[in-house]
């Protein structure tokens, strides 16, 4: 109520990112690597075959490292694919063992966030880590919550399980959010993250374009990496490659890494280090 008789639509509209302010107004003093104005990591969840089958080659003929956000089980099927990124050096990431997601989802009915306990969500984290470990020999550092959900329980016990990725890994990444990550004011344990399933490349571009323009660092997600570009949970392999062309081009100003190393220098750069 105090919104609504205080501040004016126009005004109301400022405070969310679907309408920003003049970039000068957001512009970052954050100093990215030589000759860029911003970070984009590309990052994959679930260990979906495409990644290995659609993904790896295409990422290897551009040199692009990427992040992908493994659940253990779901290796079983491209097991060498995904012993040949960990060896490769693309980033390894926890996605949990079970993905657990509301109970809202049909397919995470008897796995509902509603009905764990913290012990239950740190077994599912630590149990993932241990199965990337054995199965690729690298452990993972980075964290993606699965469908991008923080919490636990119902109601007043509701509880976030934020602190649980904080005290295990660099950095935790969201889902579906909708703007770039600030490098001065991030928190590393609740990083933002936009849907890249479904994007054009203009869409992509567009996105880091603004992300440069604030000197921001941009995170994708997404999930399948196909021929065909409209398909739910797909990002188009051709937006994808017409995406990283640009990015690698040095004209654009743009640093393209892993979640991981972005959120290794962004820590050591911010200021009060
Ligand atoms: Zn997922």
Redesign the pocket.
């Known amino acids: 109520m105090l919104l609504k008789s205080a501040i004016s639509p126009f005004c109301l509209c400022l405070l969310f990112s679907c309408c920003p302010l003049p970039a000068q107004n957001h512009q970052s003093t954050f100093s990215w690597p030589s000759g860029k104005h911003a970070a984009v990591s590309l990052s994959f969840?679930?260990a979906r075959a495409s990644q290995i089958d659609v993904g790896l080659p295409l990422f290897d003929r551009y040199g692009a490292k990427v992040t992908f956000y493994v659940n253990p089980p779901n290796m079983q099927s491209r097991l060498a694919g995904w012993k040949q990124a960990a060896a490769e050096a693309y980033e390894i990431g926890n996605?949990s063992q079970t993905?657990p997601c509301s109970a809202n989802f049909p397919w995470s009915r008897k796995n509902g966030v509603e009905d764990y306990t913290l012990d239950k969500m740190a077994a599912e984290m630590d149990k993932a880590n241990s199965d990337t470990e054995r199965l690729l020999g690298v452990k993972p550092s980075t964290f993606a919550y699965?469908?991008g959900q923080k919490f636990m329980g119902r109601g007043e016990r509701t509880l976030s399980y934020v602190p649980l990725v904080a005290k295990r890994f660099l950095a935790g990444r969201g889902f579906r959010d909708e703007a770039a990550n600030s490098p001065e004011y991030c928190d590393f344990a609740q990083l933002l993250a936009v849907d890249s399933d479904g994007l054009s490349f203009e869409e992509m571009k567009g996105a880091a374009i603004k992300a440069r323009d604030e000197g921001a660092w941009l995170v994708f997600a997404g999930h399948e990496i196909g021929t065909a570009s409209y398909q739910a949970q797909t990002t188009g392999a051709g937006a994808l490659e017409q995406f990283l062309k640009y990015a690698q081009d040095p004209a654009n100003g743009i640093w393209l890494d892993t979640v991981k190393a972005v959120a290794t220098y962004v820590q050591a750069h911010r200021a009060g280090k």
């Open positions: 969840d679930d996605h993905h699965p469908c």
